[in-house]
Nanobody
Framework: QVQLQESGPGLVKPSQTLSLTCTVS?????????WSWIRQPPGKGLEWIAI??????YYSPSLKSRTSISRDASKNLFTLQLSSVTPEDTAVYYC???????????WGKGTLVTVSS
């Protein structure tokens, strides 16, 4: 059974960089799947952030200038960095596994990140 677990600071100050880790267990991130980050601001819908392929990445156009996703195969995890955060970046952040048909079949439980001074 594949499991994903998000981790990172729950509070980030404005203008700083938000850094999150998604640790994958029960399966290797080097298999034929993609890996993605999604967020949900309070009272709003889900917003897709980024995806990491075996070779290459792709970002939401609205967040691309501030976002970086990467994989660490040696540790079986992938990460998210979002720079120059503002209170509008406050959200529950989720990581997910993505099939080659672009279905997100496994999700982490999510982690709340609050941007506040």
């Amino acid at each position: 059974q594949v499991q994903l677990q998000e981790s990172g600071p729950g509070l980030v100050k404005p203008s700083q960089t938000l850094s999150l880790t998604c640790t994958v267990s029960g399966g290797s991130i080097t298999t034929n799947y993609y890996w993605s980050w999604i967020r949900q601001p309070p009272g709003k819908g889900l917003e897709w952030i980024a995806i990491a392929y075996s070779v290459g990445t792709y970002y939401s156009p609205s967040l691309k200038s501030r976002t970086s996703i990467s994989r660490d195969a040696s540790k079986n995890l992938f990460t998210l960095q979002l720079s120059s955060v503002t209170p509008e970046d406050t959200a529950v952040y989720y990581c997910a596994r993505v099939t080659t048909a672009y279905a997100m079949d496994y999700w982490g439980k999510g982690t709340l990140v609050t941007v506040s001074s």
